[in-house]
């Protein structure tokens, strides 16, 4: 298993660009979920999945949109990038109840200036 | 909902001392713990965890103690070695779609 795999790694967007960070898991795990973690700083949560169709937003949603239409991909939409923004991101999948773990991709560092 | 407090923000301590974080848990239903470790430029990766029905779990130098009643839990790491440095984070699982609740990390040095 690849687990969770994220791209790209790395990326600089200018102000008001849009993309989207992708993120693929490979464990058949019905849970996923967006953070970011600013420099020096922990994890909060954006956007989550239960499943494919279903989502919901986290701690800081504004600025970012997701969607899940199957059980493997979940990928985070930015639209008209801001400085505020420039962070790494997270994906992470987890499967529940059979078992908690949650398990981290590599993360995207991004850059928006 | 859950709110997790980690302590402390920073830790160091000498190659070969033991190094212990502690987190508090407000909501009584979480039942499962985990801890997290996060080297410079990675993911966080889960190192160890604990559910609410064990008071203790140990695996090589790193333990994890939960006390229920007082609703905190604890990292211990012994023998600390320079690979040890890195940030680490608790997290709580309050149960059913939640997501876990992340503690704020420890960032800990770990001195040659």
């Known amino acids: 298993n690849a687990g969770v795999t994220q791209t790209p790694k790395f990326r600089i967007l200018k102000i008001g660009q849009s993309m989207t960070l992708q993120c693929t898991q490979d464990m058949n795990h019905n849970y996923m979920y967006w953070y970011r973690q600013d420099p020096g700083m922990g994890l909060k949560l954006i956007y989550y999945?239960?499943?494919?169709?279903?989502?919901d937003k986290g701690e800081v949603p504004n600025g970012y949109n997701v969607s899940r239409s199957t059980t493997e991909d979940f990928p985070l939409r930015l639209e008209l990038a801001a400085p505020s923004q420039t962070s790494v991101y997270f994906c992470a999948s987890r499967t529940v109840p059979r078992t908690y773990e949650q398990y981290f991709g590599p993360g995207t560092r991004l850059t928006v200036t | 909902g859950e709110n997790v407090e980690q302590h402390p923000s920073t830790l160091s301590v000498q190659e070969g001392d033991s190094a212990v974080i502690k987190c508090t848990y407000s909501d009584s239903a979480s039942n499962y713990f985990p801890w997290y470790k996060q080297e410079l430029g990675k993911g966080p990766q889960l190192i160890i965890d604990?559910?609410?029905?064990?008071g203790e779990k140990k695996d090589q130098r790193i333990a994890v103690t939960l006390n229920k009643t007082a609703k905190h839990f604890s990292l211990h790491i012994t023998e600390t070695q320079p690979e040890d440095s890195a940030v680490y984070f608790c997290a709580a699982y309050p149960g059913g779609n939640t997501p876990l609740v992340f503690g704020k990390g420890t960032r800990l040095s770990v001195i040659a």
């Open positions: 604990i559910r609410s029905n064990v």
């Open positions: 999945s239960v499943g494919a169709g279903i989502t």
